[in-house]
């Protein structure tokens, strides 16, 4: 980290004063964020615990339980296995769509200019919002893509209703709203880097095909990391899109973790499993966000040694 | 790169093209049926000639909507109206909050500073449910329960995070010899905060804002939560909207393009700034 050094000793502010003030000024922040550690510290409590809300009497401490129960229970294994193809699925997707269109808009022109204001739009669309407007389009009496898919002749394409296309349909407003994300990571991460090894590739007649897989990949490595890992930990959370979709169905066909947590809180008023459920959830979070930060921290590192 | 092939450039406008409409399509579909009465939405096969109503938009205004049932009394202009509340003071409270912060952060590097901005940063990443759902508890113990200002503190998961972490990087950037001879002219550190620091960093204060706008408007969960109806914003009432059974799908899609409008037009005006906060510094350029 770049982080400058303190202030040099100026005459007009006293040393105390001058070692409290980041404290100060940061102070606030903090308070407003330990108001939100404690909620953290309760789930992590409640996960240990006993604890419907309609059997008050049962409550009781019960330790490691509901996260040894989690081994032998098919639901747990169902969530795992959801939420880790839903996330593996988007963020693939989305990287090589991010990464191909970033590509083709890589030159600076008009029209590509254009094309990437164009591709904001999804994302300042709200993700639950997506999922309305994409539950209108697939409605089976007016959608216009059920009406697509009948002109390619599947007569009985169901979108998220049906457990075979469920995952499909909320798999398709994820890469709607978020490719762009990758997109514009991508291209900046494009246009930063140095226009040398390509001209000089240009010049020994490397094919196009091959500059790509030799330089332009290797070079911007480090923002396809950054970005997968950023979408990774979102997609791996996610539940508007899914909730404002299906609310985890048909049957348990998606019901990712923070889905099923929800539905445990407040359906089925089982809040020891649900605070285990995210527990676990945070836990692998937790661990994919620390690989994030380091990355994310060498490559501002880099953007800025460059410059 | 002037010597590509008729054909590339053929390629190359065919794949645009299809980009443009897979990425626009929706949006400029769900505007068409906000302009449509249902029977022209419910015509197979379907067809772009129609005659435009704003009978969708005039209804979701008057909070009167038909139904299959008769008349129906939704007030969506309130969810709207939550909505700019929420996300307003939000990102206010959060820029008070998070600004002094983030300069803190890059200036001083004092003890724990590194772990504490840490702290702050992994909020962002942590699955939400796992705080709001304890807090739902506590709110209710509170008071705090279904008020603007429980929520607006709830908020600050989302946009306290990315000010601090984005403005912070900003900070940073501003070589600290500046602020140093203003120093020694005689003036407070309060004053080269407010003289040099905040105007140098204003483009990063104003991208970090507007993307803490953004996502506190789009923002699903939080209110999902922890309002009943007359608190929640946007994303939360049009869901109520679409399974309340029987609405006119055109009014639902009115509905739709009322919430999505404030971002995308917020995104329009100031896209330069997004596209800087959303590589969330980690590229300048």
């Not at chain 1, 880790?84 to 083709?104: D, N, P, Q």
């Not at chain 1, 959608?143 to 349909?169: C, K």
């Not at chain 2, 000639?49 to 938009?57: A, D």
Request: glycine residues 6%; charged residues 10%; contains cysteine.
């Amino acid at each position: 980290m770049s982080v400058q050094a303190d202030m040099p000793v100026l005459r007009r502010s006293s040393r105390l004063s001058r070692t409290l003030l980041p404290y100060l000024l940061s102070l606030p922040a903090l308070l407003v964020c330990i108001g939100i550690l404690i909620p953290f510290v309760t789930a992590i409590y409640y996960s240990l615990q006993r604890y419907r809300m309609s059997q008050p009497w049962n409550r009781g401490m019960n330790w490691g339980e509901n996260y040894l129960n989690f081994f032998t229970d098919p639901g747990f294994w169902n969530t795992l296995k959801v939420s880790l193809v839903y996330a593996g699925l988007t963020v693939g997707i989305e990287l090589v769509l991010g990464l191909a269109i970033a590509l083709l808009l890589q030159r600076r022109s008009r029209v590509n200019n254009f094309v990437s204001i164009m591709l904001l739009m999804p994302l300042m669309t709200a993700p639950a919002l997506a999922a309305l407007m994409f539950k209108l389009m697939t409605n089976p009496n007016f959608g216009i893509l059920s009406y697509f898919m009948q002109l390619l002749g599947f007569h009985d394409f169901r979108w998220a209703s049906s457990p075979n296309t469920a995952l499909l349909t909320v798999i398709l407003v994820d890469v709607w709203v978020y490719t762009p994300f990758i997109m514009i990571l991508l291209l900046a991460g494009l246009r930063s880097l140095p226009t040398q090894p390509f001209e000089a590739a240009a010049l020994d007649g490397v094919p196009r095909f091959e500059q790509f897989w030799r330089i332009t990949l290797p070079m911007l490595s480090p923002y396809i990391l950054t970005a997968a890992l950023f979408r990774l930990l979102d997609s791996i959370q996610q539940f508007d899109i899914i909730y404002a979709m299906t609310q985890g169905g048909p049957g348990n066909r998606l019901m990712v973790f923070q889905v099923e947590a929800y539905l445990n809180f407040f359906q089925s008023t089982n809040v020891g499993r649900s605070a285990a459920l995210l527990m676990i959830l945070w836990a692998i979070t937790y661990a994919l966000s620390n690989v994030f930060v380091k990355n994310w921290l060498r490559l501002r590192e880099r953007a800025k040694g460059g410059a | 790169m002037d010597h590509r092939s008729a054909l590339e450039r053929i390629l190359r406008a065919i794949a645009l093209t299809a980009i443009v409409v897979f990425f626009m399509f929706p949006i400029f579909w769900i505007v068409l049926m906000s302009l449509q009465t249902n029977e022209t939405i419910l015509r197979s096969p379907p067809s772009m000639s129609f005659v435009p109503t704003l009978k969708n938009y005039a209804a979701i205004i008057s909070g009167e909507l038909d139904s299959n049932a008769g008349t129906m009394s939704i007030h969506f202009m309130n969810n709207l109206l939550n909505s700019i509340l929420l996300s307003v003071f939000s990102v206010a409270l959060a820029l008070l909050l998070g600004v002094p912060a983030a300069y803190a952060f890059a200036r001083h590097k004092f003890r724990g500073s590194e772990d504490i901005a840490f702290t702050l940063l992994s909020f962002r990443f942590a699955p939400p449910l796992l705080v709001l759902l304890p807090l739902t508890l506590y709110f209710q113990a509170l008071g705090l329960a279904n008020t603007y200002l429980g929520l607006v503190w709830v908020y600050q998961l989302i946009c306290l995070p990315l000010i601090l972490w984005i403005v912070r990087g900003y900070f940073e950037d501003i070589s600290p010899d500046i602020e140093h001879a203003y120093r020694i002219a005689g003036h407070g550190w309060f004053a080269t905060f407010r003289k040099i620091a905040l105007p140098l960093a204003g483009p990063g204060i104003a991208a970090a804002g507007l993307l803490a706008f953004i996502f506190a408007w789009n923002n699903f969960v939080f209110a999902l939560v922890l309002a009943s109806a007359d608190k929640q914003p946007v994303t939360v009432g049009a869901l109520a909207f679409v399974t309340a059974s029987g609405i006119q799908y055109g009014q639902i899609a009115a509905a739709i393009v009322m919430s999505i409008a404030p971002t995308l037009l917020l995104a329009l005006w100031a896209q330069r700034y997004l596209v800087e906060g959303l590589s969330l510094g980690a590229v300048k350029g």
